[in-house]
């Protein structure tokens, strides 16, 4: 079985910073595209960034220039780093991986991490 687990979030005062990880774990083959997917209270889930296999990254506007993905494929995890946090960049942050087994390629999903910047 293979699973996402993050970990990393937490309270920060605004201009604060955080990173946050994710690991991959099971009977894992390779690991195509990962991202950050972040949802706040009372809105849908949107994308925050990505990041292919080979290391190309695309971002959300609202976060280009403070936020930085970046990935260790020896460990299988994607890494979040959040530079000068806002009080709306309070959300859920999900990590999701396509990873490919040696039975299926499938989209998975981590159980989600809470990052509150407030004051």
């Known amino acids: 079985q293979v699973q996402l687990v993050e970990s990393g979030g937490g309270l920060v005062q605004p201009g604060g910073s955080l990173r946050l990880s994710c690991a991959a774990s099971g009977s894992i083959v390779t690991i195509n595209g990962m991202g950050w997917y972040s949802q706040a209270p009372g809105k849908e889930r949107e994308l925050v960034a990505t990041?292919?296999?080979?290391?190309?990254?695309k971002y959300a506007d609202s976060v280009k220039g403070r936020f930085t993905i970046s990935r260790d494929n020896a460990k299988n995890t994607v890494y979040l780093q959040m530079n000068s946090l806002k009080p709306e960049d309070t959300a859920v942050y999900y990590c999701?991986?396509?990873?490919?087994?040696?039975?299926?390629?499938?989209?998975?999903w981590g159980q989600g991490t809470l990052v509150t910047v407030a004051s």
């Open positions: 999701v991986a396509v990873i490919v087994t040696y039975y299926s390629t499938r989209e998975v």
């Open positions: 990041i292919t296999s080979g290391g190309s990254t």
